[in-house]
């Protein structure tokens, strides 16, 4: 990596975190991208190299989690079953998001309804891949249900982990969001004993 992608990345982080720490202080809404620069230490000429708009910070989030999935994720699902697979992926999705406050999650929904097509996640997105991929290995080995196809359980399970998300900004974040998530996903997917 070179000098100027190290830059970039610094000047990425630095913005993230400036956002991070004023959200902990007011509403996302009254939030400036002067207020954001001042934070961060960088030019408004410098946040607008990397960014469009304000918004364009969480957009990029999105594309950070389809990253996260393909880099980080996909190559460690080599657990002896679907199943332990699947709680694989789960958790290393709530780290991703785990360290953000409740407002902040609210904002990635608002700005993804705004957005609506191009961050919401839909078959072609690598999270959905992966999910129906890991699906479908746990079908064959047994550890995960049959009675629905593969596609369309992975397609069940990424609108749940939406909706925990949802659930947990809806309740103030007054509950183990990853610990819900997981248990009630993998209960949802586990092959029936009957």
Request: glycine residues 4%; neutral net charge; hydrophobic residues 35%.
């Amino acid at each position: 990596m070179g000098i100027r992608d190290e830059q970039k990345k610094e000047t990425y982080r630095k913005i993230h975190q400036a956002i991070t720490e004023l959200v902990k202080e007011k509403n996302y809404d009254s939030i400036t991208i002067r207020e954001i620069c001042q934070k961060a230490d960088i030019s408004i000429g410098s946040y607008y190299k990397h960014f469009n708009s304000k918004d364009d910070i969480i957009v990029q989030q999105s594309m950070k989690s389809s990253l996260h999935t393909r880099e980080e994720i996909a190559p460690r699902l080599n657990r002896e079953t679907g199943l332990a697979n699947l709680e694989v992926y789960l958790e290393m999705q709530n780290e991703l998001l785990n360290g953000n406050d409740v407002e902040w999650l609210r904002e990635i929904f608002r700005i993804y309804l705004y957005h609506r097509a191009d961050t919401m996640p839909d078959k072609n997105s690598i999270n959905y891949q992966v999910l129906k991929k890991v699906v479908s290995a746990g079908q064959k080995d047994g550890s995960i249900r049959k009675d629905i196809p593969a596609d369309e359980l992975a397609w069940i399970v990424l609108k749940m982990i939406i909706a925990n998300y949802f659930c947990y900004c809806m309740q103030e974040g007054d509950f183990n969001l990853g610990e819900v998530m997981i248990k009630e996903i993998l209960t949802l997917c586990r092959r029936s004993n009957n």
